[in-house]
């Protein structure tokens, strides 16, 4: 079960999260990483982030790894200096893996057909991917559950923008949970339509085990979309407010990548409520991508074996 690069939900297989989520959680019970050091880790985030980058550095440190910070305003980027030959510098200099947020959908795919001597991390693509969120939130789920067979999970908010959402449903399907989808209908696009219904939030609601509540991403709406939104509006059609939060489940949990618009997505009491689990999804984080990154800097992952292992 050898991977060398962690960019896409599509190279997770249900045994391979099992795995990931045993070692995360052994990780946060007090293991030790089994890595050969030194190693050296650079974060390339061209994006704004505070949880993923952060938790990836921490995740980075806890291993022994060494970071070399990197800020890709004061970088050759900036004088037209391709993203692969950027990756090829730092590997020459002794940078072992790479951890990228960039804003154009699948950019890994033409890094990896390059063959570049480092590893790659996803840390989130566009509107595409985000494979180390969709892991954290399955350790939170299986904390939570032990098991995800059978789950109810609604999945609500702004679906068409939301790496989140695309990265959730495909593995959280493939494990056996029931997804139902809320939020605009606009945004309900085709994409979704095979791992689970459209249906109005207040009927999701009682219903599920698993709310997770995805952010309205202003940064991506077009500025027709920006114009016509309204956030009272959203907030009592698509949001958990005091009225509807009483309807939950007691048993189930309240989920959200973050950051949080409060009074959007969620009433802003209701951002640590007992049924929250928000801060404890970043916590995990930490742990998680701790495993992310250890399974693919094994020794055994050398560059003659590199396996991309996409197997949807």
């Given at each position: 079960m050898s991977i060398t690069d962690f960019v896409s939900a599509n190279q997770v297989t249900p045994q391979l999260a099992d795995l990931l989520i045993q070692r995360a959680e052994a990780f946060k019970g007090g293991a030790t990483p089994n890595l050969p050091l030194p190693m050296y880790a650079a974060n390339l985030f061209f994006e704004p982030s505070t949880r993923t980058h952060t938790s990836f550095e921490m995740a980075e440190r806890k291993l022994g790894m060494t970071v070399l910070p990197f800020d890709p305003r004061q970088s050759s980027v900036t004088k037209g200096e391709t993203l692969a030959d950027t990756l090829r510098t730092l590997a020459a200099i002794g940078v072992q893996v790479a951890v990228i947020r960039h804003p154009v959908n699948a950019y890994y795919q033409s890094l990896l057909a390059e063959h570049l001597p480092l590893h790659i991390v996803n840390a989130g693509d566009g509107a595409g991917q985000h494979?180390?969120?969709?892991?954290?939130?399955?350790?939170?789920?299986?904390?939570?559950?032990?098991?995800?067979?059978?789950?109810?999970?609604?999945?609500?908010?702004?679906?068409?923008?939301?790496?989140?959402a695309k990265s959730d449903m495909q593995m959280l399907h493939d494990l056996g949970a029931e997804l139902t989808f809320s939020g605009p209908k606009a945004w309900y696009t085709k994409e979704f339509e095979k791992?689970?219904?459209?249906?109005?939030?207040?009927?999701?609601?009682?219903?599920?085990?698993?709310?997770?509540?995805?952010?309205?991403?202003?940064?991506?709406?077009?500025?027709?979309?920006?114009?016509?939104?309204?956030?009272?509006?959203?907030?009592e059609r698509f949001g958990l407010s005091d009225q509807l939060y009483p309807k939950l489940k007691k048993s189930a949990i309240i989920m959200h990548p973050a950051p949080v618009n409060r009074g959007i997505e969620l009433a802003d009491d209701l951002v640590l409520c007992p049924q929250s689990r928000i801060f404890q999804q970043m916590?995990?984080?930490?742990?998680?991508?701790?495993a992310m990154l250890e399974q693919i800097m094994q020794p055994q992952a050398t560059e003659g074996s590199r396996v991309h292992a996409f197997t949807h």
């Open positions: 494979p180390s969120q969709m892991m954290l939130d399955l350790m939170t789920i299986h904390e939570e559950f032990g098991h995800f067979k059978g789950l109810k999970v609604g999945i609500v908010g702004d679906l068409s923008h939301s790496r989140v791992y689970g219904p459209y249906e109005p939030m207040a009927d999701i609601v009682p219903k599920v085990d698993v709310l997770m509540l995805l952010r309205v991403q202003f940064e991506r709406l077009s500025e027709a979309e920006k114009a016509e939104f309204s956030e009272a509006t959203y907030h916590h995990n984080g930490v742990f998680m991508r701790m």
